[in-house]
């Protein structure tokens, strides 16, 4: 009976945990589908600004042409919550990959200093003790945090601009076909200048060229960072809902599989019982057989 009792406890628990992940599951299914709205008009955003930046570099591309940086910055967008896969090491080692490859390549000198930016309490747990890193900054459990991460994302970076000067900025997050993605946010446009110009004759502005390159540097910085902070967002609830739903699974198996053992204890227990039945019948029977059987002598 106990062993049979600490197995039902046990299922027991399971059930309340399956309980808990299925509360969790659906939370973060909740949040993918509010989050692919908001991804939606963010993208537009910024493929507006890129195609303004398009048709203005078409006939200004030298304001394009790029100064060495003083620094590279990464800023690399984790999670804030577990139960989402290995996404918080993939980046790291992506991370790892990407500085090994343009160093390989000569891109950075071996005297530039390398800044990192990172985005995620458990992305911090990872990194703690890594002393490239500049600043932490908790990330956004629900899209409607992620004003205030951006908020701080900012302020770290006018912080590294203040101490450095130029700055050469690159985002790394997971992407929506859970694959990393590395964006370069500054100097921006850069693949555009040398594009040639869909248009007959140059924009008219109420600004200078300089100017105006700068305000649409300022507003298309915004705009994909919010992008990566809403896809990052958007890839950690993805990954949590696919977790979470191979670990309701397991739970499942477990939970089957102990109901299995206790039902087979219960048939142990029953057969026990019915045996003891049987042996105190056949005991009563056989007392009753020599109690008759005196009374007859003694009726003799």
């Known amino acids: 009976m106990s062993r049979r009792h600490d197995l039902e406890q046990h299922r027991h628990s399971l059930g309340e945990i399956c309980e808990i992940m299925n509360a969790m599951k659906t939370l973060a299914y909740m949040e993918t589908r509010k989050l692919s709205r908001f991804l939606d008009a963010q993208r537009a955003v910024v493929t507006n600004i890129e195609a303004a930046a398009r048709d203005f570099l078409g006939f200004h591309g030298e304001l394009a042409q790029e100064v060495g940086p003083a620094i590279q910055v990464y800023l690399l967008i984790g999670t804030e919550r577990g139960f989402c896969g290995d996404i918080n090491p993939r980046l790291v080692t992506g991370l790892e990959a990407v500085l090994r490859a343009e160093q390989g390549a000569e891109e950075i000198p071996a005297t530039s200093p390398v800044e990192l930016i990172l985005v995620g309490n458990k992305l911090h747990q990872l990194m703690a003790g890594d002393d490239r890193v500049s600043a932490f900054i908790d990330g956004a459990n629900v899209a409607e945090e992620v004003a205030k991460v951006l908020e701080q994302v900012a302020v770290a970076l006018a912080q590294l601009q203040a101490q450095y000067g130029g700055l050469a900025l690159y985002g790394l997050c997971m992407g929506g076909d859970d ?50 902070l809403y896809r990052s967002l958007m890839a950690e609830n993805h990954r949590r809902v696919i977790h979470l739903e191979g670990a309701l699974q397991h739970l499942d198996d477990d939970s089957i599989e102990l109901q299995r053992r206790s039902n087979a204890l219960r048939q142990e227990e029953i057969t026990e019982e019915i045996e003891v039945i049987l042996l105190n019948s056949a005991s009563l029977a056989v007392t009753g057989a020599g109690k008759t059987d005196r009374d007859e002598w003694d009726s003799l």
């Open 179 to 228: 694959n990393l993605e590395i964006t370069r946010l500054l100097p921006p446009f850069a693949a555009l200048s040398d594009q040639p110009s869909t248009h007959a004759n140059a924009p008219l502005l109420n600004l200078s060229t300089t100017d105006f390159l700068l305000e649409l540097t300022e507003h298309y910085l915004f705009a994909a960072l919010n992008e990566m």
